[in-house]
């Protein structure tokens, strides 16, 4: 028996008090065997419990103060990401418009129309009659309305003048002065004043279309996202004004006719090269929500190395290759690039055939 008020798990001294089948055993406090210890930590049940209690709130502390801090962190990024975009969107640019002289003859104006229909392409997003489409239509993120040009209700026809058109097809700004979102400005600065005073003729004699559209407008969301870079891309920015060269001079044109200089002149106001690359050997398709295919080379180190100039002008024509594939004109609007004359056809393959051969872009 154990003295009077003794239990196991105590000390007596330098000694530790255990139970054996012989009855009580002292072992010296400096060498516990490990299974008296375990018995020890046993009998110690009016500590242990709160021991738990206070490592589980340390824990739980730490978890909190992590995840805190995290929350924290996605907060302050989420708004200077909202700070960036905002200030982007709302960017003043000071723009000295020049003074390009806008031609009112028949022959101007045809002109104009050829090359809003089939070379810049305008319709693709302005529609068939410039009565303007709603482009994107995300309410979480942005609405991207391409505008009505025409004169009818909802257009901006009548508000426009000259140098507001000029401002906004060479430059990217518009009578704000804010860059103007998605407007393939960044290609139509190579147009010559010639050709841009033609396409601003045409635009003006439009018969009006009465069209109201929603306003191009950006969520908070969206802003944030505008803000990180991710709605851009190297073909397709999303405010052009920002990558212009605002002060360069207007380009010379060539001669038209059939030259490769010609059909230089042409490929710089397409809308090529936002699908097949700057330097044409292919690339990304600027919509992976369409598609992700890599578009073809279009250099002679591609399947255009081995084409005819006969065969290039009738793919364009007809949309179906030499090969009999025929081409999505969603993907590639041949209905819309096959509106060229035979002579503009023809210059753009004497173009591509006296660029260098380059290897088929691959991601």
Excluded at 54 to 72: A, D, P, W, Y
Excluded at 103 to 117: F, K, V, Y
Excluded at 211 to 219: D, F, I, V, Y
Excluded at 271 to 291: E, N, T
């Amino acid at each position: 028996m154990l003295p009077l008020g003794l239990r196991p798990g105590d000390s007596v001294g330098s000694f530790f008090i255990s139970i054996s089948l012989h009855g009580p055993v002292l072992w010296p406090c400096h060498f516990v065997p490990s299974s008296e210890r375990i018995k020890r930590s046993l009998f110690d049940k009016e500590h242990y419990p709160e021991k738990e209690v206070l490592t589980m709130k340390k824990v739980f502390r730490i978890i909190g103060i992590v995840l805190g801090s995290i929350i924290g962190l996605i907060l302050v990024a989420g708004m200077v990401l909202y700070f960036i975009g905002t200030t982007r969107l709302n960017r003043m640019y000071d723009i000295q418009v020049e003074n390009v002289p806008i031609p009112t003859d028949q022959r101007s104006i045809a002109r104009g129309r050829h090359l809003a229909e089939a070379v810049t392409v305008c319709q693709v997003c302005h529609g068939d009659q410039l009565q303007g489409t709603v482009i994107e239509d995300q309410p979480m993120l942005v609405t991207l309305t391409a505008p009505n040009l025409t004169s009818g209700q909802g257009g901006v026809g009548d508000s426009l003048n000259d140098a507001d058109f000029v401002r906004a097809i060479r430059h990217g700004v518009g009578p704000d002065s804010r860059g103007l979102i998605v407007m393939h400005s960044d290609i139509f600065h190579n147009l010559s004043e010639q050709d841009l005073g033609a396409v601003i003729a045409y635009v003006k004699s439009v018969p009006p279309v009465d069209h109201k559209l929603p306003e191009t407008q950006a969520t908070m969301l969206g802003r944030i996202m505008i803000g990180s870079g991710v709605l851009d891309s190297d073909s397709v920015p999303l405010i052009p004004a920002e990558r212009i060269d605002q002060n360069a001079s207007f380009a010379e044109m060539p001669a038209q006719g059939v030259t490769a200089e010609y059909g230089g002149y042409l490929m710089s106001i397409t809308l090529c090269r936002m699908c097949h690359g700057p330097d044409l050997a292919g690339g990304k398709f600027p919509d992976p929500s369409v598609s992700t295919a890599v578009t073809p080379n279009l250099t002679p180190g591609g399947e255009l190395g081995i084409w005819t100039e006969t065969q290039f002008a009738s793919t364009l024509k007809t949309g179906v290759t030499p090969n009999r594939h025929e081409l999505d004109p969603n993907l590639m609007p041949w209905n819309v690039f096959g509106k060229m004359t035979d002579d503009e056809l023809n210059a753009i393959w004497l173009y591509l055939q006296s660029l260098p051969a380059m290897d088929q872009y691959t991601p």
